[in-house]
T-cell receptor, first 112, second 113 residues
Framework: DAGITQSPRYKITETGRQVTLMCHQTWSHSYMFWYRQDLGHGLRLIYY???????DKGEVPDGYVVSRSKTENFPLTLESATRSQTSVYFCASSESPYQPQHFGDGTRLSIL | RKEVEQDPGPFNVPEGATVAFNCTYSNSASQSFFWYRQDCRKEPKLLMS???SGNEDGRFTAQLNRASQYISLLIRDSKLSDSATYLCVVKEYSGGGADGLTFGKGTHLIIQP
């Protein structure tokens, strides 16, 4: 069962380029989240969404943009990529904010 | 500032042994608690929720101590496949709720044959 899928799995790009990471879930969960994971920092919340057309900033939102026009999709865009955004990005979803979150496989993003 | 603290380890434990690790949290308003497991370069996966009365799932037991603001995870009869990083996750109920999720940095466990 796919559940929640992220694409691409791996991405290499250059500084200044725009890149979009995709996230799709089949559970019809209301809540979706984007995290980045770096050594020494653990998982940090970038943005989250409580429903279609409702998004809000997390702990580290600068340099990122999200949208949620459909419940099942929650793309994350780096408008002008910087080297500091090299990281592993995880998308997650949950039925409510109080339920455990379920994670996608992650996108390994390298910015040269 | 919300914080969740874990001993990063690594904990090196022989196969078959019992291992326990704790996680402390700073926000007394925290209401939901979870343990996640993360294998190297993979996504975090829910191991178990932690309930006020404590709960058990097979070889795993989770405990919550609200007075001292810590949760614990006990693994009995450890297996080689238990080698992973264990993430403590704490959540508080606040407004929309979603921004209350805080992850610890994880405890690295290595089970040795």
């Amino acid at each position: 069962d796919a559940g929640i899928t992220q694409s691409p799995r791996y991405k290499i790009t250059e500084t200044g380029r725009q890149v979009t990471l995709m996230c799709h879930q089949t559970w019809s969960h209301s809540y979706m989240f984007w995290y980045r994971q770096d050594l020494g920092h653990g998982l940090r919340l970038i943005y989250y969404s409580a429903a279609a057309d409702i998004t809000d900033k997390g702990e580290v939102p600068d340099g990122y943009v999200v949208s949620r026009s459909k419940t099942e999709n929650f793309p994350l865009t780096l408008e002008s990529a910087t080297r500091s955004q090299t990281s592993v990005y995880f998308c997650a979803s949950s039925e409510s904010p109080y339920q455990p979150q379920h994670f996608g496989d992650g996108t390994r993003l390298s910015i040269l | 500032r919300k914080e969740v603290e874990q001993d990063p380890g690594p904990f090196n434990v022989p196969e078959g042994a019992t291992v326990a690790f704790n996680c402390t949290y700073s926000n007394s308003a925290s209401q939901s608690f979870f343990w996640y497991r993360q294998d190297c370069r993979k996504e975090p996966k829910l191991l178990m929720s932690v309930y006020s009365s404590g709960n058990e799932d097979g070889r795993f037991t989770a405990q919550l101590n609200r007075a001292s603001q810590y949760i614990s995870l006990l693994i009995r009869d450890s297996k080689l496949s238990d080698s992973a990083t264990y993430l403590c996750v704490v959540k508080e109920y606040s407004g929309g709720g979603a921004d209350g999720l805080t992850f610890g940095k994880g405890t690295h466990l290595i089970i040795q044959p």
